[in-house]
T-cell receptor, first 111, second 113 residues
Framework: RKEVEQDPGPFNVPEGATVAFNCTYSNSASQSFFWYRQDCRKEPKLLMSVYSSGNEDGRFTAQLNRASQYISLLIRDSKLSDSATYLCVATNSNSGYALNFGKGTSLLVTP | DAGVTQSPTHLIKTRGQQVTLRCSPISGHKSVSWYQQVLGQGPQFIFQYYEKEERGRGNFPDRFSARQFPNYSSELNVNALLLGDSALYLC???WGRGDEKLFFGSGTQLSVL
């Protein structure tokens, strides 16, 4: 079983739509959580950290539920430029400061 | 300021060969990590180095090794290449060992034929 599981999609949504991605993690000792964005054939880039209290950055909202070991990302008013793969990440303190990445969820925003 | 730089950008090798990939961290960053990303998968942790010492190792065979130099740059070596080693190899740097924000280089695309 992979430590971070997420639906690979693809999610095809029209511009302006709201889309939600979910992921689950198996290591209850994980301390920190993130969403990374990866464009095709490019390096991953940090989108936002995820906190239990929930956090928002413009059109993006992330939420962590430690009891259910569940992480979510909500994108409101989708833009064409949001098309990318979104990687859910949990830290693994058992191995240095490794990041455990999910497989990624592919999002395509269409005109 | 320059970001994380990796070289080469692309590499083609044959099975059984050895390869060395290089990474220069962002100036002032002391920690370098290596990740392997196979097509269709998320990046998988290989190594973390901090202050020239290995601080973490992922589930990779001993054919994979790395080191960090006094200037904090790093090399990843892979011996006896297998077809399955074909992947994008990503280097990431942070200021400290437990720094949460990783900055990735654009990677080295390795193809093993």
């Amino acid at each position: 079983r992979k430590e971070v599981e997420q639906d690979p999609g693809p999610f095809n949504v029209p511009e302006g739509a709201t889309v939600a991605f979910n992921c689950t993690y198996s290591n209850s000792a994980s301390q920190s959580f993130f969403w990374y964005r990866q464009d095709c054939r490019k390096e991953p880039k940090l989108l936002m950290s995820v906190y239990s209290s929930g956090n928002e950055d413009g059109r993006f909202t992330a939420q962590l539920n430690r009891a259910s070991q569940y992480i979510s990302l909500l994108i409101r008013d989708s833009k064409l430029s949001d098309s990318a793969t979104y990687l859910c990440v949990a830290t693994n303190s058992n191995s240095g400061y490794a990041l455990n990445f999910g497989k990624g969820t592919s999002l395509l925003v269409t005109p | 300021d320059a970001g994380v730089t990796q070289s080469p950008t692309h590499l083609i090798k044959t099975r059984g060969q050895q390869v060395t990939l290089r990474c220069s961290p962002i100036s002032g960053h002391k920690s370098v990590s290596w990740y392997q990303q196979v097509l269709g998968q998320g990046p998988q942790f290989i190594f973390q180095y901090y202050e020239k010492e290995e601080r973490g190792r992922g589930n990779f065979p001993d054919r994979f090794s790395a080191r960090q130099f006094p200037n904090y740059s790093s090399e990843l070596n892979v011996n006896a290449l297998l077809l399955g080693d074909s992947a994008l190899y990503l280097c990431a740097s942070t200021w400290g060992r437990g720094d949460e924000k990783l900055f990735f280089g654009s990677g080295t695309q390795l193809s093993v034929l």
